[in-house]
T-cell receptor
Framework: QQPVQSPQAVILREGEDAVINCSSSKALYSVHWYRQKHGEAPVFLMI?????EQKGHEKISASFNEKKQQSSLYLTASQLSYSGTYFC????????????FGIGTKLQVIP | DAGVIQSPRHEVTEMGQEVTLRCKPI?????LFWYRQTMMRGLELLIY????????DSGMPEDRFSAKMPNASFSTLKIQPSEPRDSAVYFCASSLSDIKFFGPGTRLTVL
């Protein structure tokens, strides 16, 4: 079952902050975040593992609440280059491979 | 080092025709994934392989869809017969650990 992302779309001015939320109805082992720019392939941003370990981007942070089966992606001091569609992917078995992605959150940063 | 290679990049075909999409994963990666992207459903996992063996094909929508991985450097996704609702962007991705590297995608249009 796909995770649910919110908001579905957001427009920011450069320098503003944004939060993208992801929730699942299933117990989660890991949460994966990817960004896709228009017409391009999705690119890995971050992975958050059960137990608190996280790996990923320098300027983008995220949280993972295992009990609530939720994750949030924090974009601070947004730049024009942050524009794109952000996908949350969830995985429940611990093998990291069978990742189910949400529909995505379209983020546009304007000058 | 070349990334994931997909061909063709664009495919336009008529309903009822057979369509074959091709993928060359990154050398050394032992997992290969096929995803389908649509506006309504986002990124859907269709099937994935480990060491050329199909592990989970529960996302393949119908028997019209089939995928093979005859060796570590090549995979195909075949749709026979194709239908207009199969129109989407099909991504191939490969991984060695928990980070997926996506190819540029094949945009399929079935008329």
């Amino acid at each position: 079952q796909q995770p649910v992302q919110s908001p579905q779309a957001v427009i920011l001015r450069e320098g503003e902050d944004a939060v993208i939320n992801c929730s699942s109805s299933k117990a989660l082992y890991s949460v994966h975040w990817y960004r896709q720019k228009h017409g391009e392939a999705p690119v890995f941003l971050m992975i958050l593992l059960k137990g608190g370990e996280q790996k990923g981007h320098e300027k983008i942070s995220a949280s993972f609440n295992e009990k609530k089966q939720q994750s949030s992606l924090y974009l601070t001091a947004s730049q024009l280059s942050y524009s794109g569609t952000y996908f949350c992917g969830t995985e429940s078995s611990g093998g990291y491979q069978k990742v189910t992605f949400g529909i995505g959150t379209k983020l546009q940063v304007i000058p | 080092d070349a990334g994931v290679i997909q061909s063709p990049r664009h495919e336009v075909t008529e309903m009822g025709q057979e369509v074959t999409l091709r993928c060359k994963p990154i050398s050394g990666h032992d997992y290969l994934f096929w995803y389908r992207q649509t506006m309504m459903r986002g990124l859907e996992l269709l099937i994935y392989f480990n060491n050329n063996v199909p592990i989970d094909d529960s996302g393949m929508p119908e028997d019209r869809f089939s995928a093979k991985m005859p060796n570590a450097s090549f995979s195909t996704l075949k749709i026979q017969p194709s239908e207009p609702r199969d129109s989407a962007v099909y991504f191939c991705a490969s991984s060695l650990s928990d980070i997926k590297f996506f190819g540029p995608g094949t945009r399929l249009t079935v008329l």
